[in-house]
């Protein structure tokens, strides 16, 4: 039986199904926090990486552009930024002087993942301590292509093809779907549609495949207008609310023959 979720920006949030083969392609966590000179400096970050580099034991420093996840829209711009990655190169956090972010495209669980967001910004409070914060914003990329690209029209919500469902589907190479709405967590920005071969709309957080494909795009979003103090433990109560705010919309917008073709993790 197909499961409907009718409301996708509040109420209850389903159930997590862990799934075998998974269409998430990247995760992120974004803290943001009033600009702080000092991370700019050696000797002020290398208090924080010797406090994770057992677990991010492989760093680097680069001028470059850096993702700043907002309520409208993505930007990109340049700045000195720190990564640290783990050994298996699968998480990676970057550290800039206005914000924390922590990626992985190896994601196994919200609880896991909200763990490592906590764990990460206890050590950050610990050593470099930015004091405030004013924006959480946590990404689900996820993206349909091989054999579930080919059952789309099975796997995807009706609603979201708008008027190129059946008819159309033949001819249409790209398309681009957006609904920024007020959630009960703050709010959400999400992004669908199709994208033809060796294209992407972010080569960051979902790098152009050789086949074409369907993706969803969710960003949910808590600001507030004046900063508030960073703690590591609301930082991770509000992570879990957000990502199961867009895990709500993720199951809203799919259908239960998706989840079954992928496959329940035991």
Known sequence: MTMRLEE????AVPESVPLEVTPLTNVLCQIRFPELISIGREEIVGTFQERIRKKYPIG???KGLIVVIGDDSTQRMES??????DADQTWRVTLATEFIT???RN????DEFCERVGWLCAALAETIDPGWMHRIGVRYVNRLHGELYDKRLEFVRE???GPFRIEHDGVIERTLHQVNATTEEGNMVAKWGYMP???THDPETMPAISTDSWYLDVDSIWASERPVEFDPGVIVQQCGALAGRAYTFFRWGTT???LDACGVRS
């Open 107 to 110: 994601y196994q669980s919200r």
């Open 8 to 11: 996708p920006f509040g109420g």
């Open 80 to 85: 000195k930024i720190w990564r640290f990655l």
């Open 60 to 62: 680097d420093s680069a």
């Open 102 to 104: 922590l990626e992985t």
């Open 197 to 199: 071969k060796n294209y």
């Open 256 to 258: 239960q023959a998706l």
């Open 159 to 161: 609603d979201m093809f």
